[in-house]
């Protein structure tokens, strides 16, 4: 009985996952894992959160490659900012492809091109598991999984999915997780547009924004962007949360998948542009997403 | 006890109501009334609504001067489709307020222009009343209703508002109501043609749109837009349901009212482009105001 409980709360005992970058997203991500039972091997750029997996009970490598020596054939999960930062961390000259098994699996929770993440699943076994949730659902691990790869690949990384996430999707082939990410991002910046537009166009004309954005909340125009950035917007409160930098840098990976099928729209021209002008001409990168507002006031 | 359960069932008895259009929206709002009690006197420009209500046990005027006449000091509801027929409907030759008492009061379902709502309201004791909620959320009485109009004026109608809808909010003066209904269409507008670029980028990009919905519907993109009408996109299903014309109809008042305030947006100006692309040079505006989605097939 104790050991059946035991078991029921340490799911993951006897696996090995190695877990690299440790930042808002990774470091709940690898404690939740730890938690659950996995042996958590971690590796990241900057010392204090490894000390701090350290200080948790978690084991710490010196080098990704050595990392990947660590982990053997078990599973490797990376938090990492772009895809620049995944190739060169995977595949560069102190890479963890170069201690990895070849039997080791790889889970990238990061927005990657979609085009790169099918190169990288041509050389080593890759899932892609983008997320949506944020630092809130990484926190509470209830963040909404998009993944992409093969089926016998989903049902292996699947415990691990299942323990930092609450709604986990297989989305399709390699690069289908990343391809639902950036549909989800598409929309998430354009709607934050058309809330802020829609907000300061009711105050220019006299009315209260706050009371637009709640009685806008029982209708068509219902969406979880106005009821969360809504709120920051008639709040004036744009402290990150969802840095507007990392926005358009999805926003970019939009417009080159975009690219690589033939899809043109100008309102993904126009989306483009606005971001843009919020973070390079306004130099407003660091605020909230909800900060896009700023254009109208 | 019997007179109390009654009037707690007829809480309009006694009340004069004139009810202007019988279409989609008019007809239940007219018989919502009826049924709470209120002696309700319709006219319609066609006669078959006209004629149904009657049979109902409504009474049924020749004109808008004559329903004005039959109403008195009571209140008179408008469900037309456009500004200019308000317009001509309440001021023209045969106008409603050729007939009616100085003591009415004219409640505006439609979606009008504000500064044309503003003048009206110098003239007749006036309230915006649009709403939200489409033809399924009239026939259940569960209509979003935001309304502007002196506090006076409002308290006087409030009775009939919440008659035919459940979520009633006094937004401020008059036109604040219009002001918030064309803030909720500007989302709509945008939304839509954000969800219809998502779900076709990624059918592009050979993942099943229907299970991307899915998926995102758990996260931060998760709308009302996305939950309808990304369904009827996914099914290619455009059979109106709310028409493309008259989602034109409000982009045009939305930026009749950003001219009037002073702003500006070329998100707003791309929003513009893109329904006159579908309604007037596609030809597509009789069908469901989701078929934006055409544009991108």
């Not at 407003?284 to 896009?292: P, Q, T, V």
Request: net charge neutral; aromatic share 4%.
């Amino acid at each position: 009985m104790v050991r059946a409980f035991m078991q029921q709360n340490k799911p993951l005992q006897g696996i090995i996952v190695g877990y690299i970058g440790l930042g808002n997203m990774g470091r709940p991500g690898a404690r939740h894992l730890h938690q659950a039972g996995a042996d958590v091997v971690v590796w990241n750029r900057s010392d204090g959160p490894a000390r701090e997996a350290e200080s948790l009970g978690m084991r710490r490598a010196n080098s990704p490659a050595h990392l990947g020596q660590l982990v053997g054939d078990g599973i490797v999960c990376l938090n990492l900012t772009t895809t620049e930062v995944v190739e060169q961390i995977v595949f560069g000259a102190e890479g963890l492809s170069k201690g990895l098994s070849a039997n080791a699996l790889v889970i990238d929770f990061g927005t990657t091109d979609v085009a790169a993440t099918r190169r990288f699943a041509e050389k080593l076994a890759w899932i892609d598991a983008p997320v949506s949730g944020g630092q809130v659902g990484a926190e509470a691990a209830t963040l909404t999984i998009m993944a992409g790869g093969s089926t016998e690949n989903f049902h292996r990384a699947l415990p691990i999915l299942q323990t930092v996430g609450k709604r986990v999707t297989h989305m399709g082939d390699s690069g289908a997780g990343q391809v639902t990410k950036l549909a989800n991002q598409l929309i998430v910046a354009q709607t934050i547009d058309a809330v802020a537009q829609a907000l300061r166009l009711a105050e220019l004309s006299g009315v209260d924004s706050g009371k637009v954005r709640e009685a806008l909340l029982g209708g068509f125009a219902e969406s979880r962007i106005l009821q969360l950035h809504g709120d920051r917007m008639v709040r004036r409160d744009f402290v990150a949360g969802g840095r507007a930098v990392l926005q358009l840098k999805d926003v970019h990976l939009i417009c080159k998948l975009a690219e690589l099928v033939g899809f043109s729209s100008p309102t993904l021209e126009n989306c483009r542009a606005q971001w843009e002008q919020m973070v390079l001409q306004d130099g407003l990168g660091d605020l909230d997403h909800s900060g896009l507002f700023k254009l109208y006031e």
